[in-house]
């Protein structure tokens, strides 16, 4: 079967309508990319920030004199507080 002349006119059509949707197509991915970028970025600093504010508890009022008081009874134990626990093992 003999080949259909192809005229250069046409090929030259062709190829800009190619170089046209190439570059079009580039623009969009590139502005996409930039758009989920941002949005995962915002997404991260909020997570963080969401994070934070969740896991802050607020400190405990307390006053003077009651701090005092118990570093005063604290002074006076025999023992360190963190034996306790250890005296419970032993208990009948």
């Keep these: 079967m003999p080949e259909a002349e192809v005229s250069s006119d046409f090929l030259a059509a062709q190829r800009r309508s190619i170089y046209r949707r190439l ?9 996409l990319r ?5 949005a995962m970025l915002l997404l991260l600093v909020a997570s963080v920030t969401f994070e934070r504010l ?6 405990p009022t307390i006053s003077d004199e009651q701090l005092f008081s118990d ?4 002074e006076q134990r025999a023992e360190p507080k963190a034996i306790q626990p250890i005296h419970g093992l032993f208990e009948e």
């Design 23 to 31: 570059g079009e197509s580039r623009r969009n991915w590139v502005a």
């Design 34 to 38: 930039w758009v989920l970028s941002v």
């Design 54 to 59: 969740h896991r802050a508890e607020p400190a």
């Design 71 to 74: 570093l005063a009874s604290m």
